[in-house]
């Protein structure tokens, strides 16, 4: 997102929860439908099922002072107020971003009030006023704070111990996840959720679930200029019904629809959409199937 390359929602990749989501006024793409938020998910369990959740961060910085609430994790932008942990999954982009905006505004001014701790095998080794960037080496958290955030961290000293925990807490599954990317959920129980938007037309990348979670169905519409522009959500949800799913989740749409797929005996994958804008493009998250026969 922007210069970040990271995504709006929670994910989880290999077991391993690499990122929270971002404040609900920071995310890009189309109107949340009423009542879904950045929070959403579908994934898969270690049971082999496919499901649609809700992750949230749950998290302290434990210091001398006692413990400080974590507010994001691997996030391209903050909650005001809060206390942000970043890992060597966030890559070596500016974490500057991250105190930019407000919960409800996207292009609010960055935060004037920052500070930041490098925490490095459980001690602070290192203190900024200003967000850095570069790689965050494997056993080292940098922590970012704005406005609350910055004056809590400021009472971390250099030398002190200091442990983060983090974690990603499901809102209905005690499974816990293999995988999980965020969007937003579409239909649920074969009914299409209420506020659906029917107006707006757009290339769209959706899954469908069916049969308890065993099977999953997923859809890239065509970019090609000379087809129609896309669908509304509504049609999405119609859509995935229309082709068996039970419930369906809506992904990223526009220039991040590519499906690529493997032909047997080829040694690479090739793009069978067009996507929009004449050419795959990078995206932060995605779906992969693989075949270990």
């Excluded at 200003?130 to 704005?146: A, C, F, K, Q, Y």
Aim: hydrophobic content about 35%; some cysteine; aromatic content about 4%.
């Amino acid at each position: 997102m922007e210069a970040t390359g990271a995504s709006v929602g929670p994910a989880i990749a290999s077991g391993r929860a690499l990122k929270a989501a971002v404040p609900d006024g920071q995310r890009f793409g189309p109107a949340l439908p009423p009542g879904t938020s950045n929070r959403d998910v579908l994934g898969m369990g270690v049971d082999r099922r496919v499901r649609l959740d809700g992750l949230t961060l749950t998290g302290t910085v434990r210091g001398w002072s006692g413990n400080l609430p974590l507010g994001g994790f691997n996030q391209y932008a903050l909650p005001v107020g809060s206390i942000g942990a970043y890992t060597s999954a966030w890559g070596s982009v500016s974490r500057l971003r991250a105190t930019c905006g407000t919960d409800t505004d996207r292009a609010a001014p960055c935060s004037t009030d920052t500070y930041e701790v490098t925490v490095r095998h459980g001690r602070v080794t290192a203190t900024a006023d200003t967000p850095g960037s570069g790689p965050v080496d494997e056993g080292t958290t940098v922590l970012v704070g704005r406005e609350e955030g910055a004056r809590q961290l400021r009472k971390l000293s250099v030398g002190e111990p200091v442990r983060v925990r983090h974690r990603l807490v499901a809102a209905a599954s005690p499974v816990p996840y293999r995988f999980a990317v965020g969007g937003f959920p579409v239909l649920r129980s074969g009914v299409p959720l209420p506020g659906l938007d029917a107006a707006t037309s757009a290339v769209r990348t959706a899954v469908g679930v069916s049969d308890g979670g065993r099977r999953l169905l997923l859809l890239a519409v065509d970019g090609a200029p000379e087809y129609r522009t896309g669908l509304t959500i509504a049609e999405v949800a119609d859509t995935l019904r229309g082709l068996g799913a039970v419930d369906g989740f809506s992904l990223d749409g526009g220039g991040s629809s590519t499906l690529v797929a493997r032909d047997p005996g080829a040694t690479g994958v090739t793009v069978r959409n067009h996507p929009t804008g004449g050419a795959e493009r990078p995206v932060p998250n995605g779906i992969g199937v693989f075949s270990t026969g």
